[in-house]
């Protein structure tokens, strides 16, 4: 899916209290959406904040919808585990 045409975004977003506890039952179906998205090459990367507050991305995706509606479709926003995000046009330099 990932090529010329594609731009690159990269996602801010938070998680909620207790996160590590909360996210137990959604953990296998969100990672395994992920690696979907990562074998797609829609994907890039994706991660928490090391105190597992914050939750980082860069997506490759032809527009910022088609990104918002894979965070939208995550289980973890689904069920509250990511509270807020944000996505931003992203213009890799290095």
């Known amino acids: 899916m990932a090529g ?3 731009a690159k975004f990269v996602v801010w977003g938070s998680y909620c209290e207790n ?15 992920l690696q979907s998205q990562k074998d ?6 994706l991660g928490p904040t090391v105190d597992n507050t914050k939750v980082f991305g860069i ?4 527009d910022e919808a088609t ?5 939208e479709n ?3 926003w689904k069920n509250g585990i990511w509270t ?11």
């Open 74 to 76: 995550d289980p973890y």
């Open 19 to 33: 996160a590590l506890e909360k996210r137990s039952p959604y953990r296998a179906d969100h990672l395994e959406g």
């Open 84 to 94: 807020d995000y944000e996505v931003y046009a992203w213009n890799q330099v290095f």
């Open 4 to 6: 010329k045409n594609m």
């Open 67 to 71: 990104v918002r509606q894979l965070v």
């Open 59 to 62: 997506y490759e995706a032809e």
């Open 40 to 45: 797609s090459g829609t994907l890039v990367a």
